[in-house]
């Protein structure tokens, strides 16, 4: 039978926007030491706007290297996508066809467009193959930048940025005050995941962490002894969710992280994770 008391917190979660899917997972907020959220579409809206681009060959111009990028991009459903493609579209770009295409899990995609090889890439792609970033693409620490190669050759970047939702810093305070410690767990690269996270108050980051290592990140803390509950909306997260002690999904995310999530932030707020663990706690205490 389920305790009296427990079932009326069902209840009142529910009205603060929790879809427990565990009920077991739920009780077990109180537990809680360590919050791990995933950056993009989760403390942040995952709505990408350009804000920034420019070629490094003179022979292709801003306009050309959009296109190819939206080219690419149609094939993937990353929210770095979704902004590239809205961008060519507000300028009513044409956008060329594509084969081959295929994504490079947690750093970019590439694809046959006109005859050259394409790729789009994050810097630490670049990095990995021993390319210089350009000084010209560097700009607000809290930009989001891909890189755009063309048979081989830097071609250009495109810096995108998303906004934080409205109460991502009032969460992380109230979970910061009951003495959990917060993380940013990104893909993102190592600049974006520091500025935002410092100014969130968050007591850390991880960054350019491939979507299989979110998981081992997870096991990381947990062997440290820690109870950790992850807050993820992506493909990419569902892994860490499931390997997590309580996996929380962001309501607006994918199905993936929804069906491996044990509990569900309905209205796509952060902040209804605090409300998990004051419920957590106020249902323990009740039960005793
Ligand atoms: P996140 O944790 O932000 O969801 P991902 O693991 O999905 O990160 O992606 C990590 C990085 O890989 C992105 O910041 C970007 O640089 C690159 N990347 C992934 N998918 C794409 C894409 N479709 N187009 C361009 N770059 C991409
Ligand atoms: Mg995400």
Same mark, same amino acid.
């Given at each position: ?20 899917? %565990? &009920?077991?997972? @739920? ?58 493609? %809205? ?14 295409? /295929? ?10 467009? &006109? /005859? !050259? ?6 810097? #630490?792609?670049? &990095? /990995? ?7 010209? $693409? ?8 891909? @890189?755009?190669?063309? =048979?081989?050759?830097?071609? #250009? ?11 991502? $810093? ?10 959990? !410690?917060? @993380? ?9 995941? !520091? ?40 493909? %990419?997260?569902?892994? $860490? ?15 993936? $992280?929804? /069906? ?8 796509? =707020? ?10 957590? &706690? ?7």
């Amino acid at each position: 039978a389920i305790p009296l008391v427990v079932a009326i917190s069902t209840t009142l979660a529910a009205k603060n926007g929790l879809l427990i899917r %565990n &009920r077991t997972a @739920f009780e077990n907020a109180r537990k809680i030491t360590t919050l791990i959220f995933d950056k993009t579409g989760t403390l942040t809206t995952g709505i990408f706007g350009v804000t920034r681009m420019g070629s490094f060959l003179p022979s292709v111009s801003e306009n050309e290297l959009l296109g190819l990028a939206a080219a690419l991009e149609q094939n993937s459903e990353h929210p770095i996508a979704t902004g590239i493609i %809205n961008e060519a579209k507000k300028l009513n770009l044409d956008i060329p066809t594509v084969d081959g295409f /295929e994504a490079i899990t947690g750093k970019g995609v590439s694809g046959k467009v &006109r /005859e !050259k090889k394409v790729l789009i890439v994050s810097p #630490g792609y670049l &990095r /990995e193959n021993q390319l210089l970033i350009p000084n010209k $693409a560097i700009g607000d620490a809290s930009e989001t930048i891909v @890189f755009i190669l063309i =048979d081989s050759q830097l071609g #250009g970047f495109i810096a995108l940025a998303d906004q934080l939702r409205e109460s991502s $810093a009032e969460a992380i305070k109230i979970v910061n005050d009951q003495g959990i !410690k917060t @993380f940013m767990l990104t893909g993102d690269n190592k600049t974006v995941a !520091k500025t935002v996270s410092e100014k969130l108050g968050m007591t850390g980051f991880m960054a350019e962490v491939l979507p299989h290592q979110k998981l081992d990140k997870i096991k990381e803390q947990q062997q440290k002894g820690e109870f950790v509950a992850m807050t993820g909306d992506g493909v %990419n997260d569902a892994p $860490a969710l499931a390997q997590a002690d309580i996996g929380i999904a962001i309501g607006s995310g994918t199905d993936v $992280a929804a /069906e491996t999530a044990d509990i569900i932030l309905v209205n796509s =707020d952060p902040k209804d994770v605090a409300s998990l663990i004051q419920f957590g &706690r106020a249902t323990y205490q009740k039960m005793i």
